[in-house]
């Protein structure tokens, strides 16, 4: 009678291994194209005076603040831009129902007439603008409501899709494409086109055996600045042929 020996079972840690980048060449990218309209949706859109009095007089505005500019915190390529509050602020930024931001740059007030009573001893009230805002900074969303909201969920999918790509590039098994450096300067561009690459490059596309003379992290570096400087000469160009309601920023 012959016996036949059961087949060793795979370990539960083999098991993980085989799995994870199985489970993120399909993860990364769907959280990516989740991230892509909403962080679309939020970003500032330039626009004008004359769309301010529009939407101040259809009921639009549901908070504004006056800035001087935009903030954005460090090189991570999923945060969002702030405004700059300034009480002479020459730039306005206020909020629609939808969701969206819109901004314009102006004359800066020598006040905040509308958020003080006017002097009407004086005989000088305030501007019809001015009266609008007054009443959107008493009854309005103080944190633009589903602008907040929208962007709270842009940014932590943002942040989930890079937690998950660091822990595999640091805790994994070595890229064979390049250095874990190389691609940790890889992924700072903008858009998180450098996720992207990497996901495509090591787990989509995987050379069967490490790469001779794979990048290092100067080269890496170079990536970084070369096709960052690429994308958003890119944008901009896109910006100027399709518009700021296509292409904001």
């Known amino acids: 009678m012959v016996e036949v020996s059961p087949s060793p079972s795979r370990p539960v840690g083999g098991r993980w291994r085989e799995a994870v980048p199985v489970a993120l060449r399909w993860v990364?990218?769907?959280?990516?194209?989740?991230?892509?309209?909403?962080?679309?949706?939020?970003?500032?859109?330039?626009?004008?005076?004359?769309?301010?009095?529009?939407d101040l007089a259809t009921g639009q505005v549901v908070a504004f603040q006056r800035a001087s500019g935009w903030a954005d915190d460090g090189a991570f390529w999923g945060n969002r831009p702030r405004p700059q509050y300034a009480t002479n602020g020459g730039m306005l930024v206020w909020t629609v129902p939808n969701g969206q931001?819109?901004?314009?740059?102006?004359?800066?007030?020598?006040?905040?007439?509308?958020?003080?009573?006017?002097?009407?001893?004086?005989?000088?009230?305030?501007?019809?603008?001015?009266?609008?805002?007054a009443a959107v900074s008493a009854t309005g969303s103080p944190d633009g409501g589903p602008a907040h909201r929208i962007g709270n969920a842009a940014g932590l999918l943002a942040g989930v899709l890079t937690v998950l790509w660091l822990g595999r590039l640091i805790g994994g098994t070595p890229p064979l494409a390049g250095t874990r450096?190389?691609?940790?300067?890889?992924?700072l561009l903008p858009?998180?086109?450098?996720?992207?690459a990497w996901t495509y490059r090591e787990?989509?596309?995987?050379?069967?055996?490490?790469?001779?003379?794979?990048?290092?992290?100067?080269?890496?570096?170079?990536?970084?600045?070369?096709?960052?400087?690429?994308?958003?000469?890119?944008?901009?160009?896109?910006?100027?042929v399709f518009g700021t309601t296509v292409v904001p920023g």
């Open 181 to 187: 450096w190389f691609w940790f300067w890889v992924g």
């Open 203 to 240: 787990l989509w596309r995987p050379p069967p055996a490490p790469v001779p003379g794979r990048g290092s992290g100067w080269r890496g570096v170079g990536w970084l600045i070369l096709a960052g400087v690429g994308i958003s000469l890119l944008v901009s160009v896109a910006r100027i």
């Open 191 to 196: 858009f998180g086109v450098g996720v992207l």
């Open 101 to 133: 931001r819109r901004y314009t740059f102006g004359a800066p007030p020598a006040s905040d007439p509308y958020l003080v009573e006017p002097d009407l001893s004086a005989g000088v009230g305030l501007s019809w603008r001015d009266a609008q805002l």
């Open 28 to 54: 990364l990218p769907l959280f990516w194209v989740l991230w892509v309209p909403l962080a679309w949706w939020v970003e500032p859109r330039e626009s004008t005076e004359a769309q301010l009095d529009r």
